[in-house]
C-alpha cells in the first residue's frame, strides 16, 4: 500500500512538473528539479520553450513559386525535429534561389564589373560550430556551402576562388553567370549613370542631350561621372528601380527550438556595386551574425561597415548576456554605430548617420525584438511561431530617415 501511494505521488510530481514546463518560456539550461511530495524522488524536467523563427522581411515576401516562405519552411522543420539550423537553411535557400529577390542568392545585384559575389555564415548553438563564405561565385546557395565549411573543415571562413573550389569539389553546380535579366538590367543603369559617356542609354543615344556633341563630355555627364557610386544606387532606390532592402542586400534568420536549441544564418549578395572583392559584415562572426547557444542569436541588415567596425552583433549578445532584453541589447548596438560615425561624408543633414542598420534578436527564452537605427519609416521583420507568419514593427532609435 505503502509503494502505490508512493508511486503515485512520483506520478504527480512529474506530472505538476511537466505542466510548469509547457506553461512558461524558460530555456531547458534554466530549469531545475521540481519539489518532491512528500518524499517523492527529486524529478528533473526540462521546461519547454516557445519555438519561433525571425527574419527579416525577405524571409517572408519570397516564396520562389512555392508554398512556404523563408520563415514558414524554417518553423515547419524545426517543430517537425529538423536541426534548427537545417530547417533555418532550408528556409533562406528559397529567397537565395527566387530571382525576384535581388538581395542575395541567383538574381543578387552584382559588383561594379557586373559580377554577383556571395557572402553567408551559420552558426549552430548547442554544437557551438561555425562556418562561412565570401565573394564566392556561382553557387546560388552560398548558405548551403557555410554550412560545409561548418561541418567539413577545421576552418571558419573561405573566401574567392578557394571558396568556389571547395564547393566544386563537393559536388556544387558552379555556374558562370547569377545575373538575372533583371539583375544585369539594373547594373546597365547604373554604369549609365556613372559613365555615361561609354555606357549608353539606347532611348537617347540618339539625341544631343547627353552630349557636348564634340567627343568632349558635357558638363552634365562630367556632373554624372563625378557622382559617387552610392549616390547613383539611391537614386534609383528614389526612383523606385530597387528596393531598399535589395539594395543593401541580406537576410539574417534565427530559430529556436522547444528544447531550447538556438541557431541562425546570414545571406547577402552584399551592397550594391561593390569594390570587386569587398565583403561586408554577412560573413563575419560576431558581425553580421553572433549564436551563443546559452544566451541567444543577433543578426543583420543593412550598412555592413559600421556593423564591421563595431562588431555589433557579438556585442547584443553579451549584453542579453548581461540580463538585457533583445530589444535593449539591440539598442546598445545601435547607440555604439552612432557614437563611433564621425566622419563628415556618413552624416546627414542632421549630423546623424546618412544609412540604416537593423537587427533581428532571439534570446534563450525565445523572445525576440527587431531593431533599427531609423524607425520612422514602418518597417517591419518577420515572426513565425504556432499561430503562423506575420510582420511585426520594428523598433527604431532615431527619428526620421537616414536621408534626411
Not at 510530481?13 to 512558461?24: D, E, P
Not at 559617356?197 to 558638363?219: N, V, Y
Request: hydrophobic share 35%; net charge negative.
Amino acid at each position: 500500500m505503502s509503494h502505490d501511494m508512493n508511486r503515485r505521488k512520483f506520478v504527480q510530481a512529474a506530472t505538476l512538473g511537466i505542466a510548469a514546463g509547457a506553461a512558461g518560456p524558460v530555456a531547458a539550461s534554466e530549469a531545475g528539479p521540481t519539489t518532491s511530495l512528500e518524499g517523492a524522488p527529486w524529478v528533473y524536467t526540462p521546461q519547454l520553450v516557445r519555438p519561433v523563427v525571425i527574419s527579416d522581411l525577405s524571409g517572408f515576401r519570397y516564396r520562389n513559386g512555392g508554398p512556404q516562405n523563408a520563415v514558414e519552411r524554417a518553423f515547419a522543420g524545426i517543430t517537425a525535429g529538423e536541426d534548427v539550423l537545417d530547417a533555418l537553411i532550408a528556409g533562406v535557400n528559397i529567397p537565395e534561389l527566387d530571382p525576384d529577390e535581388s538581395g542575395i542568392g541567383f538574381g543578387g545585384l552584382p559588383n561594379a564589373d557586373g559580377v554577383v559575389q556571395l557572402d553567408s555564415c551559420c552558426m549552430h548553438g548547442p554544437k557551438k560550430w561555425a562556418g562561412g563564405v565570401a565573394a564566392i561565385e556561382g553557387v546560388r546557395t552560398p548558405s548551403l556551402v557555410a554550412k560545409a565549411v561548418m561541418e567539413l573543415t577545421d576552418h571558419h571562413l573561405l573566401a574567392g576562388s578557394g571558396a568556389q573550389e571547395f564547393a566544386r569539389n563537393l559536388g556544387f553546380t558552379i555556374e558562370d553567370d547569377l545575373n538575372t535579366e533583371k539583375s544585369r538590367g539594373l547594373w546597365l543603369d547604373w554604369k549609365r549613370r556613372i559613365d555615361p559617356s561609354h555606357f549608353l542609354d539606347p532611348a537617347t543615344r540618339g539625341s544631343r542631350s547627353g552630349s557636348s556633341g564634340t567627343g568632349d563630355p558635357s558638363p552634365e555627364d562630367l556632373a554624372m561621372r563625378s557622382r559617387a557610386f552610392d549616390d547613383a544606387g539611391w537614386e534609383m532606390v528614389r526612383e523606385g528601380l530597387i528596393d531598399e532592402d535589395s539594395y543593401w542586400g541580406t537576410v539574417n534568420c534565427d530559430g529556436i527550438s522547444p528544447q531550447g536549441d538556438i541557431c541562425g544564418v546570414t545571406t547577402t549578395s552584399g551592397l550594391s556595386w561593390k569594390i570587386p572583392g569587398r565583403v561586408g559584415d554577412s560573413p563575419i562572426l560576431g558581425a553580421g551574425l553572433y549564436v551563443d547557444g546559452d544566451v541567444g542569436a543577433a543578426g543583420s541588415t543593412g550598412r555592413g561597415e559600421a556593423n564591421l567596425y563595431n562588431l555589433a552583433s557579438f556585442l547584443i549578445v553579451e549584453s542579453m548576456r548581461q540580463g538585457m532584453s533583445p530589444k535593449d541589447a539591440g539598442m546598445v548596438a545601435l547607440r555604439r554605430i552612432q557614437q563611433n560615425t564621425i566622419e563628415e561624408r556618413l552624416l546627414n543633414s542632421r549630423g546623424l548617420p546618412n544609412f540604416d542598420v537593423r537587427f533581428f534578436v532571439l534570446n534563450k527564452r525565445g523572445e525576440h525584438a527587431g531593431v533599427a537605427l531609423y524607425g520612422a519609416q514602418e518597417k517591419n521583420y518577420a515572426v513565425c511561431t504556432e499561430n503562423g507568419a506575420e510582420e511585426v514593427r520594428m523598433d527604431g532609435l532615431l527619428e526620421g530617415s537616414p536621408r534626411d
